[in-house]
């Protein structure tokens, strides 16, 4: 009996990683998107990048200090994080003032009233960029123009818009294609858009390199994804007249951003892994939903939020086996 078992509580493993190490490296994962958005947007972009970052960051500084009487914990890079998703989500047009009132919703309502860091149901970013979508729409859905020479100050619309006021028109698919990017275009990131949401192969470096390092696995992403090219190759083989195929549903909009950026919050998104493939498929199928019928030509941050909604559910019914559980059954006879 000279040797005994030690029991203590958890956790027993420990992956060296913080909140600190996570929150950094997501940032750094967004660093090729946000070098081609200032390529493409120039100083507006960061302008803008700067203004929701350093907003985010003042606002839960002063909550936490003055409202809740806590150290702050600014230092973590969750408020940054979530000024440059907010960024990421708006015209490089947008003005500074819609910003700072986009990070405080972002901020003072979805994150902080819930106990910060951690409690949060509904990724704070999305709520702010909500917020703004709804109430500043001329705003939040007027696009710089893209020209040979940079960013012109006319405006112009996005792809999915482009594809939704066509088909409301009445106008065949491939007719709408001549005024659309090439799937190049769209790979590279020659359009526009969010600042954020304009160029794939950006987007995918940045993913990579989050699923490489383990900051996230790969179940969200792929379930996105793949249930977005289902959902909406299934409407395309059926009509491919009024429905566009899934690889231009795929490269367009927020859905690489959400799919890898956003999708995976750690605080918002379930803790086991079948639980984040049923996450990710609604996201994918409620994306497309809202791109084919809704009143929007993107859907995405409203995806996302309705299926934050749900994962207090998807964590209590769908949870792994307990190691050593047994099923005890009875006899009645």
Known sequence: MSKLFTISPSPHIHSG??????????????????????????????????IAVAACVAFEFLIQKFILKITPQIADGSAALTGLLLAF??????????????????????????GGLGNNPFNP??????????????????WPAISSSGVDAITTATPLAILKEGIKNGQPVVEIYRDLPTNLDLFMGNMSGSLGEISV?????????????????????????????IFSGIFWMI???????????????GLILGAFFMATDLV?????????????AGIGILTITIRYWGAYPEGVSFAILIMNAMVPLLN??????????????????
């Open 239 to 253: 009509d491919p007249g009024k429905y566009t195929d899934p690889v231009f549903q795929l490269m367009t909009g």
């Open 125 to 142: 970013a999305l709520v702010g960029r909500v917020f703004m979508l709804i109430s500043f729409p001329v705003q939040m859905t007027s």
């Open 268 to 280: 918002t998104s379930p803790m086991n892994t079948k639980a984040q493939l049923i996450f990710g």
């Open 17 to 50: 990683d913080s909140v600190n190490k996570i929150m950094y490296s997501v940032i750094l994962a967004l660093m090729p998107a946000f070098i081609w958005s200032v390529v493409m947007f120039g100083l507006d972009s960061v302008r803008v990048t700067l």
């Open 89 to 114: 989500n708006v015209p490089a047009s947008v003005p500074s003032w819609m910003l700072i009132v986009g990070a405080l919703v972002a901020i003072g309502i979805a994150k902080m009233p819930y």
């Open 201 to 229: 192969i950006a987007l995918l470096i940045g993913g990579l390199f989050m699923l490489v390092r383990k900051i996230i696995t790969w179940h969200i992403p792929v379930s996105v994804l793949l249930s977005a090219a």
């Open 316 to 333: 209590r019914f769908i949870k792994p086996k307990r190691f050593g559980q047994v099923k005890i059954q009875s006899n009645n006879g």
